[in-house]
């Protein structure tokens, strides 16, 4: 458990993970690596095939997108015969990209685009 004064630290605007995160945020720069990210999010796990399949993009090209967020442990594999299926690895990344995705709503439709709609029918 985080004290009060540990959690304040780890999120300070001087604190060594600012760098570490700025290097999450470039990981998913990449709008191949964010329509992965929400395959899988939808998909749980999904081999390469099936993910070039999804994001619509060569396999080769998605094997090397898949090496970048296996580096930035975004995503884990587990061999299944002799096939490799792609998982997220935590609830991060696609919360990440859930926000992204929100805040990218507010700049095509404005001040009540269509999460806040939804939302407030709640």
Do not use: C, W
């Amino acid at each position: 458990m985080h004290s009060d004064s540990q959690i304040h630290e780890e999120f300070s605007p001087s604190s060594d993970n600012v760098e570490l995160a700025a290097e999450v945020f470039a990981i998913l720069s990449d709008p191949t690596r964010i329509r992965i990210i929400l395959a899988l999010r939808k998909h749980v796990e999904l081999s390469v095939n099936r993910l070039s399949e999804i994001v619509g993009k060569k396999p080769s090209g998605v094997s090397k997108h898949l090496a970048r967020l296996r580096m930035a442990r975004m995503v884990t594999t587990r061999q299944d015969g002799t096939s490799v299926l792609y998982r997220l690895a935590d609830e991060h990344g696609i919360y990440l990209v859930e926000e992204a995705l929100k805040q990218a709503e507010h700049a095509v439709y404005g001040g009540f685009p269509p999460h806040h709609r939804s939302e407030s029918a709640r």
